[in-house]
């Protein structure tokens, strides 16, 4: 079936240093990859839909410089989280459509701590 | 903005017993998504409701749409153990965004 590889799994980082954290689709072409931050207890929560070929749509109060997001092929999405800081640490998912039969498939998720 | 409501935000059920979570719209939806997401995990499609009233079934677990195509809801009947997790809805709104409900835990006591 349709798979989102992400990567890395997990990592631990310093206050202001950056992450990218990589996903991308196997065996079928994602023109659009929708990424998402889940902390502790929470309901997944929309960030950023990032486009193949164009510039991310950001949601509300998410910050499109701390969050770059580059959809450079249709495969492959990134995002880096810039200057991290302690707050930032969450669970980070990237997302993306199947077909209309068969929903959206996830990565496994990326859980960021910063310290 | 557009949301999605979803109760309850916890359940806790002896093994055994029904488990219903419900979701709940204040505008109409083209459809309606179902996922399940495992402690540590991420979630997983269970199913998509397109159709007004439409009753979907996969073994214990019922999935309804609501006639106006505003709600809609999970059951499980009988559950167990393996049933626990955490279960979303999940909607599209304008220029495909897509997003989750606020999430029902369910805890299944042996």
């Known amino acids: 079936g349709a798979v989102v590889s992400q990567h890395p799994s997990w990592v631990i980082c310093k206050s202001g240093t950056s992450v990218k954290i990589e996903c991308r689709s196997l065996?079928?072409?994602?023109?659009?990859m929708f990424w998402y931050r889940q902390f502790p207890k929470q309901s997944l929560m929309l960030m950023a839909t990032s486009n193949e070929g164009s510039k991310a749509t950001y949601e509300q109060g998410v910050e499109k410089d701390k969050f770059l997001i580059n959809h450079a092929s249709l495969t492959l999405s990134t995002l880096t989280v810039t200057s991290a800081h302690p707050e930032d640490s969450s669970f980070y998912i990237c997302?993306?459509?199947?077909?209309?039969?068969?929903?959206?498939?996830f990565g496994s998720g990326t859980r960021l701590t910063v310290v | 903005g557009q949301q999605v409501m979803q109760i309850p935000q916890y359940q806790h059920v002896q093994e055994g017993e029904d488990f219903t979570t419900y979701c709940n719209s204040s505008t109409t939806l083209s459809n309606i998504q179902w996922y399940k997401q495992r402690p540590g995990g991420h979630p997983v499609f269970l199913i998509q409701?397109?159709?007004?009233?439409e009753v979907k079934k996969q073994k214990r677990l019922t999935f309804q749409f609501g006639e106006a195509k505003k709600n809609s809801s999970l059951h499980i009947t009988a559950t167990q153990t393996t049933d626990v997790g955490t279960y979303f809805c999940a909607v599209h709104y304008n220029f495909n965004k897509f997003y989750f409900g606020s999430g029902t835990k369910l805890n299944v006591k042996p």
């Open positions: 065996d079928f072409q994602a023109t659009t």
């Open positions: 409701l397109v159709k007004s009233g």
């Open positions: 997302s993306a459509r199947i077909d209309r039969q068969n929903g959206y498939t």
